[in-house]
């Protein structure tokens, strides 16, 4: 990963700026019938990143579904759009981080069940997607992606 996008989404993730929400790259409620102002809930990991590199891709939340963001490259929801993952210099839309087997993260039994290792691993290979999902925190997010990305 790209060490200044990475420095930045880690203070970011850890600024406490942002709201953490699951299954989209941000959530929000619409206004109420009479208001005009929707309700932003959250962003997961992913949608932080969206965030920060806005100025850099040219992105933007969609004004017709505001939980997309919109490139040039076309909308997403749930993974990151090609031109913030080429700008972090990261290999997938949805990164990978491996954790190694005995990490204090993997013993927690909210989490058994994303914890799984193929014959021969040594390490726990986890979506951060999913990580988010599951309810990992923002902070221990930002430790996974400090330490392993």
């Not at 996008?5 to 880690?10: F, G, N, P, S, Y």
């Not at 726990?124 to 988010?132: E, H, Q």
């Amino acid at each position: 990963m790209k060490p200044e996008i990475k420095a930045r989404w880690l203070t970011a993730l850890r600024s406490g700026e942002y709201k953490q929400a699951q299954k989209a790259l941000r959530r929000v409620r619409n206004a109420p019938e009479g208001e005009q102002t929707d309700t932003i809930i959250g962003h997961c990991c992913l949608g932080v990143l969206c965030e920060i590199t806005a100025p850099e891709t040219g992105g933007r939340w969609s004004d017709e579904n505001k939980e997309f963001f919109e490139t040039d490259g076309g909308s997403e929801r749930s993974f990151l759009p090609n031109p913030v993952r080429y700008l972090s210099e990261l290999d997938s839309v949805d990164p990978i981080i491996s954790i190694p087997i005995g990490h204090p993260l993997t013993k927690r039994p909210d989490l058994r069940e994303i914890f799984t290792l193929e014959e021969g691993e040594t390490a726990y290979r986890v979506w951060l997607s999913v990580l988010n999902d599951k309810g990992v925190t923002f902070e221990e997010i930002a430790n996974l992606i400090e330490e392993f990305l």
